[in-house]
């Protein structure tokens, strides 16, 4: 069988760029993937998500591995067997595996352009989705009785994530979960961390949850309807149907089991608000819209904030601990964020997803409209025009870290301090009005 490349490549260099693997939500989901930052997904995916980005363009791309990929494969049998794989096991998953260049390129792949986050709510709470998640909720109402008794996980939230994640389980991915992380480990910028879901993968194989032509998901390796990575799965699927398999490929009941599962040790309460929108008062301090900042919903009230009709903030939420969310800048709708919306985090690492997951959970129920005005007006800086601010921040002394393109903590502490130093609002929210203030001399 092949297990080299018909030719030899060339490895580009790359900026480094944080990780693309969150414990979830990779690339082919219809919502869940365009929320994370560097994502080789498509950017509008409200019926089916675009296959573009998996079609190679060897003539623009090209790659150098170290070794061949059968030298690899070799060294790699050891090492799973040495885990504990069998060895049939593993020979029969890897039976005319070869590379996928596919998968090398969008784990390359940096897009100029991102969504803006309302453009991407108002594909994650389209009216087909709601209207699907409200019938699933009628249709499962008795198994997500029993997993919100067993798990404490809300069932509105499941469902949303099932939707968010697969578009409740039609689109979870249709590539060879061991061919992309075998790629991933043979030439991905990550090789650690693919050999490890590599194994696990295997682990599900031999444990006879799934056999390796069936095990289908994203490029990265995220299965199922709730997009599990294999030591996600391994840790927390379960088979709560019954039949003695673990399959969140084919069973929504096990795929909404093994989410909230993974809820539950993410901290999830029951009953509990993901948050809610509020309303900042006239010279308020934007320098405190920032996740490290946290005080309790009391202390948020005594700073002025209140309902967006202007009422008090809940009564009973006051002792909860809560930061301030301005997902599009003083100009946007800002949002008190509490415990939940940090386990939906852990589930997928986007403040844009987790919005659109507890707005999503509210609609089902007819809630989860958004009052404030979006900035609909303003165009969100690409790439190019984000790396050009961070460079353009840390030359005025304003160190805004490595300029990757990417608005991490160092660049919205560096863009607080530029809009304090201009007397703008220090909300740290990159704008053109900035980079073009910047750009003078």
Not at 48 to 60: E, G
Not at 64 to 69: E, S
Request: aromatic share 10%; proline share 6%; hydrophobic share 40%.
């Amino acid at each position: 069988m092949p297990h080299s490349f018909p030719r030899r490549w060339h490895v580009r260099q790359m900026i480094a760029a944080s990780s693309l693997f969150v414990l979830v939500a990779c690339a082919e989901q219809p919502t869940a993937a365009v929320a994370t930052p560097l994502q080789a997904a498509s950017l509008v995916a409200k019926t089916a998500p675009s296959t573009a980005v998996a079609q190679p363009d060897d003539a623009n791309f090209e790659i150098q591995p170290a070794m061949t990929f059968a030298e690899w494969q070799s060294m790699f049998r050891a090492q799973a067997l040495s885990a504990g794989i069998r060895s049939d096991v593993f020979d029969k998953a890897f039976a005319g595996v070869t590379p996928d260049m596919s998968v090398v390129k969008a784990d390359r792949s940096q897009p100029e352009f991102s969504r803006p986050v309302w453009e991407y709510l108002d594909s994650a709470i389209s009216a087909v989705r709601v209207r699907k998640g409200q019938a699933l909720l009628a249709q499962y109402a008795d198994t997500l009785t029993q997993i919100e008794q067993r798990y404490g996980v809300d069932r509105q939230a499941l469902v949303a994530v099932w939707g968010m994640e697969s578009s409740f389980g039609q689109f979870q991915g249709t590539q060879s979960v061991i061919r992309s992380l075998a790629t991933l480990a043979y030439e991905g910028r990550r090789p650690q961390f693919a050999q490890e879901q590599l194994i696990a993968a295997l682990q599900i194989i031999q444990h006879g949850d799934i056999d390796a032509p069936s095990m289908l998901g994203s490029w990265a390796g995220a299965m199922g309807q709730t997009q599990f990575i294999p030591t996600t799965y391994n840790t927390h699927a379960v088979d709560f149907d019954g039949d003695g398999r673990r399959d969140i490929w084919n069973s929504p009941v096990d795929a909404l089991a093994s989410t909230a599962h993974y809820l539950q040790s993410s901290g999830w309460q029951k009953g509990q608000p993901w948050g809610f929108e509020v309303q900042l008062r006239q010279g308020f301090d934007y320098a405190l819209a920032d996740a490290s900042t946290r005080k309790t919903v009391a202390e948020w009230q005594q700073l002025g904030l209140t309902l967006p009709n202007g009422s008090a903030l809940p009564a009973n939420e006051m002792q909860q601990q809560a930061a301030l969310l301005l997902p599009a800048g003083y100009k946007g709708p800002a949002f008190l964020v509490l415990d939940n919306f940090r386990a939906i985090l852990k589930y997928n690492n986007s403040s844009s997803y987790a919005l659109g997951i507890g707005l999503l959970s509210e609609r089902f129920s007819g809630g989860g409209s958004v009052l404030g005005q979006w900035p609909r007006g303003d165009r969100p800086l690409s790439r190019s025009e984000r790396i050009e601010l961070q460079t353009l921040l840390s030359a005025r002394q304003y160190d805004a870290g490595a300029p990757d393109g990417i608005i991490g903590a160092n660049t919205r502490k560096a863009i607080r301090n530029a809009q304090q130093s201009l007397g703008w609002p220090a909300d740290g929210y990159p704008t053109q009005e900035l980079l073009e203030s910047l750009r003078k001399p």
